[in-house]
T-cell receptor, first 115, second 117 residues
């Protein structure tokens, strides 16, 4: 069984500051992928960043980086230089290579960026 | 850019109606998925398809069926809509990874907010 835990239901950050959204996971699959998605109020689920379990380096995509600590089973998302448009729900998800096709999602963290 | 489109952003139907939700992707992806999203329950997989005419049940298939006659199109069917099927429905597609050890990324459409009265 796989499980994703996001312990922060809501977060505030001031514009231009950095923010870290927490995600821990549990899986018995030796090979897996971790994902972060952003869901604005419009409802679309937007892919942000991917980390493979065997990747040696932490993934980065523009202002997004993934702080991957395999031994601690954590995959925190760091957003640098927050913008007002970053206000949204953020979901951590994972899929084990041998655990079927579906993504397992966390419950999400609501991020509000204030001026 | 990957493009996944869904036939409607908002839909209102009556109890007992047959409802079709359409999803189309333009990236030649093998895999397609239907999820529903409810407050407090997160995203749950209804059905997925890994090839034309192939389908697999997800976690909550009851009350739903699917059809995949062409690679780019995956339809979700509510045979007789009920009020407990009021939800946000999200379609996704993904390629089958050819790199050993890598997990394919799922790309989502804009979602359909379905209300059943």
């Amino acid at each position: 069984a796989q499980k994703i835990t996001q312990t922060q239901p809501g977060m505030f950050v001031q514009e231009k500051e950095a923010v870290t959204l927490d995600c821990t996971y549990d899986t018995s699959d030796p090979s897996y992928g971790l994902f972060w998605y952003k869901q604005p109020s419009s409802g679309e689920m937007i892919f942000l960043i991917y980390q493979g379990s065997y990747d040696q380096q932490n993934a980065t995509e523009g202002r997004y980086s993934l702080n991957f600590q395999k031994a601690r089973k954590s995959a925190n998302l760091v957003i640098s230089a927050s913008q007002l448009g970053d206000s949204a729900m953020y979901f951590c998800a994972m899929r084990g290579l041998n655990s079927g096709y579906a993504l397992n999602f966390g419950k999400g963290t609501s991020l509000l960026v204030t001026p | 850019d990957v493009k996944v489109t869904q036939s409607s952003r908002y839909l209102v139907k009556r109890t007992g109606e047959k409802v079709f939700l359409e999803c189309v992707q333009d990236m030649d992806h093998e895999n397609m998925f239907w999820y529903r999203q409810d407050p407090g329950l997160g995203l749950r997989l209804i059905y997925f398809s890994y090839d034309v005419k192939m389908k697999e049940k997800g976690d909550i298939p009851e009350g739903y069926s699917v059809s995949r006659e062409k690679k780019e199109r995956f339809s979700l069917i509510l045979e007789s809509a009920s009020t407990n099927q009021t939800s946000m429905y999200l379609c996704a597609s993904s390629p089958t990874s050819t790199s050993g050890g890598n997990v394919d990324t799922q790309y989502f459409g804009p979602g359909t907010r379905l209300t059943v009265l």
